[in-house]
């Protein structure tokens, strides 16, 4: 088993910054790919931003250029620096990781944080 702790959400802004964290925790023998997704009301959850253990990475069009992945494999951690953050950024923003293993792979979740942009 895996377990995802997320901090750093909030309200901010038009144009702030907000930087998203998620340490994992248990079982991470596999784990390969950590990322970001968000959900907003009435909306499927949609990728934000994954990366790999070997730092590729991979963006949203919507947020390519706007915010910046980054992962600490020494520390278990996935970060998600945002910047010019939009309204329409606006959604409950959830750490996710995937685990290899010989026979499938398991998705893990985080509970996910709150991100809340005013005009």
């Known amino acids: 088993q895996v377990q995802l702790v997320e901090s750093g959400g909030g309200l901010v802004q038009a144009g702030g910054s907000l930087r998203l964290s998620c340490v994992a925790s248990?079982?991470?023998?596999?784990?390969?790919?950590m990322g970001w997704y968000r959900q907003a009301p009435g909306k499927q959850r949609e990728l934000v931003a994954v990366i790999t253990s070997s730092s590729l990475r991979n963006y949203a069009d919507s947020v390519k250029g706007r915010f910046t992945i980054s992962r600490d494999n020494a520390k278990n951690s996935v970060a998600l620096q945002m910047n010019s953050l939009k309204p329409e950024d606006t959604a409950v923003y959830y750490c996710n990781a995937l685990q290899h293993f010989p026979g499938g792979t398991q998705s893990y979740w985080g509970q996910g944080t709150q991100v809340t942009v005013s005009s």
């Open positions: 248990g079982s991470l023998f596999g784990i390969n790919a």
